[in-house]
């Protein structure tokens, strides 16, 4: 074919971390038959979906099978009754938005990537370690990405004042708080200050809340939303997946706020809209039926028991890594620990020790970034028996 293609692509790494990983417990498991090994680096729930949100998909499927109940496409931006169980969801916050605000989609993935759609050339800001999705979706459209880290010595938030090169230039920031991967949580003066910077300089945040559901501390917002300008200069992108355990069903959300205008003042919410409107074709009426049930006080109530459960494995292995004076991020509000590597050690070199000596799996920093060298992501998304038993491998190897 003599055809031209998107040579961005081309700026893109090959993704070798979980490949790279999955390899060398095969060639461990190879080696060491009949070996238990704990896997430790998922970031996918696993305990089943709340019965009332099975209860309401079912009830739906079964309205499909209806003439008179049967639905065919659902609108692009979502269903009324469930974009009105997120405006109730974000009152509970304090956060008043309105109704044309709200988008339902298949999962913040797919919108943290797309909104790149209706954006041009700006520079982009995106904190190391990341998300790959944010980095790998700006190259796709090559942009120019400047990444400002995260450390040890700012507790892997980073600032608007690590930011180089011209101060005053418009940019779009990207924000994931509590983060995957390293489970850190902007407090309301953090993300005061953050506002402040893009307000000041024209530029737009987009703020991924996927892991707001996990939040236990008062000072730590919900939303951006609760944060005074934040509705000038924000998109939010939220999900289904962790807090209902939507991983394999796949909704959520983005709010586009009216105020927000580019610099010719055209309507981000507008150019949202008609990006949606032509490239997807909504979520079907059985998971719309099956989230609102998850924001009913009785599906608040289940989903919110299933989170305690991974936040109980977080506790467990905090406790270990406290009593071994190990340096950590995460854990309280957020299903991931991301701890530093004991006596120095290197990301895979860590991996390694611990497939090896405890038969545990976890997620080298590395792999999420050059700032996540010397660090490991370990997940409370596995069963309790599970974690407990890791506990009591980790209590004797470090």
């Given amino acids: 074919m003599n055809i031209k293609i998107n040579s961005n692509f081309k700026n893109i790494k090959e993704t070798y971390l979980f490949s790279e990983i999955s390899q ?13 090994i704990i896997r430790l680096g998922i970031g996918d729930v696993t305990l089943p979906l709340p019965s009332v949100v099975t209860s309401a998909m079912k009830i739906a499927a079964g309205e499909m099978g209806e003439q008179k109940t049967f639905r065919g496409y659902p609108p692009e931006s979502g269903y009324p009754f469930l974009k009105s169980a997120v405006q109730s969801h974000y009152q509970r916050y304090g956060v008043s938005l309105d109704i044309s605000e709200i988008f339902i989609s298949d999962g913040a993935k797919s919108d943290l990537g797309n909104l790149v759609d209706i954006l041009g050339s700006n520079k982009v800001i995106i904190p190391d370690p990341v998300y790959p999705v944010y980095v790998d979706s700006n190259l796709m459209n090559g942009n120019n ?3 400002i880290s995260g450390s040890k010595e700012n507790g892997f938030l980073p600032m608007p004042d690590q930011i180089t090169g011209d101060a ?21 003066e953090q993300l005061a200050k953050w506002v402040e910077y893009a307000l000041g300089t024209g530029s737009l945040i987009i703020y991924d809340s996927a ?46 706020p009216q105020k927000l ?24 009426y059985p998971v719309q039926a099956a989230a609102e049930a998850a924001l009913t006080p009785e599906g608040m109530k289940q989903c919110l028991s ?6 109980r494995n977080a506790a467990l292995i905090g406790e270990v890594l406290d009593s071994k004076g190990i340096f950590y991020t995460g854990g309280r509000n957020s299903p991931y620990i991301w701890l530093e590597c004991p006596d120095k050690m290197g990301s895979w ?4 020790m611990l497939l090896n000596k405890a038969q ?29 038993r890791a506990c009591d491998r980790l209590r004797e190897i470090l």
């Fill in 24 to 36: 060398r417990v095969k060639r461990y498991s190879e080696a060491n038959p009949g070996k238990d």
């Fill in 145 to 147: 990405i400047s990444l």
């Fill in 168 to 188: 005053a230039e418009p940019a779009v920031i990207y924000i994931c708080s509590p983060n995957n991967p390293t489970g850190a949580a902007y407090n309301s």
């Fill in 211 to 256: 892991y707001e559901a996990f939040i236990t501390q008062d000072d730590l917002p919900h939303s951006i939303y609760e944060i005074k300008g934040a509705y000038e200069c924000a998109v939010e992108v939220c999900s289904f997946s962790k807090f209902a355990g939507f991983t394999g069903v796949r909704c959520g959300w983005t709010i586009v």
């Fill in 261 to 284: 205008t580019a610099d010719d003042g055209t309507s981000l919410n507008k150019m949202w809209l008609r990006r949606q409107s032509t490239k997807f074709n909504g979520v079907s």
């Fill in 306 to 311: 299933n989170i305690e459960y991974y936040r």
């Fill in 349 to 352: 070199e860590f991996f390694d």
């Fill in 360 to 388: 545990i799996v976890g997620t080298p920093g590395e792999g999420f970034g050059e700032a996540g060298e010397g660090y490991f992501r370990i997940t409370s998304f596995g069963t309790y028996e599970n974690t407990v």
